[in-house]
């Protein structure tokens, strides 16, 4: 997916430009990040596998593949741009639910000057819109020319500009603090470079042991 990573490049490119740094990437805390990468596998093996004939499996794979991403942005909803991936993810999910797949627009492909096949003949995954799907507004109708010639949907249009956001004020250092405590098991993202007590919250980190009550006297003794 090319056009999300330069989506993302120019708003850390935009971040830095208006006195943003890098450094502030690493103060920032991502809950249930593991869930992320399970995600896109999810929506990637029906693209490889190419069989139309799995139609219902391989709509259930990319439902759950929203279903994941929308946990994780439910876990760290106060980050920015929190509320437009939702909202995204949220739409796209609906429409795949309900048509067993994201419908494509044929005007749509031919103004992204795309080729059908490559867009739409994984079958699994998308497939050409016709008058029985629904919310066909929500569909992929949006149309990206070349160099990138790919046709995405409204919920995509969110979700991509949330991540652009947050992208763009992290790097500014314009972020409230994740007040989720850490995971158990999906342990949270706060800077791979920074030491491990600064990872956590000050009111997670081990609070210093006080000398007992009778004992932290001053001068001499009576």
């Not at 939702?86 to 797949?101: C, D, E, H, K, R």
Request: aromatic share 6%; glycine share 10%; with cysteine.
């Amino acid at each position: 997916m090319p056009v999300v990573l330069v989506i993302l490049a120019l708003a850390v490119i935009a971040g830095l430009a208006t006195g943003g740094s890098l450094r502030f990437l690493e103060r920032s805390r991502i809950h249930w990040w593991a869930l992320a990468p399970i995600a896109l596998v999810l929506q990637l093996i029906p693209m490889l596998g190419g069989s139309a004939g799995r139609v219902g499996l391989a709509a259930a794979m990319l439902v759950t593949s929203y279903v994941l991403l929308l946990a994780v942005v439910a876990v760290n909803r106060h980050v920015p741009g929190a509320a437009l991936m939702a909202t995204g993810l949220l739409f796209n999910v609906a429409v795949v639910a309900l048509n067993g797949g994201m419908p494509v627009s044929r005007a749509a492909i031919r103004d992204a000057g795309a080729k059908g096949a490559i867009v739409i003949e994984d079958g699994a995954k998308h497939h050409v819109m016709t008058d029985a799907d629904v919310l066909t507004p929500l569909a992929d109708v949006v149309p990206v020319p070349q160099p990138f010639g790919i046709v995405l949907s409204i919920g995509d249009v969110l979700l991509y500009g949330g991540m652009a956001w947050w992208c763009f004020a992290v790097t500014r250092g314009r972020f409230r603090e994740n007040r989720r405590p850490p995971a158990r098991r999906l342990k949270m993202y706060r800077g791979i470079h920074s030491p491990a007590a600064y990872r956590l919250p000050a009111r997670y980190r081990r609070a210093p042991v006080s000398a007992p009550l009778g004992e932290a006297r001053s001068g001499t003794s009576p």
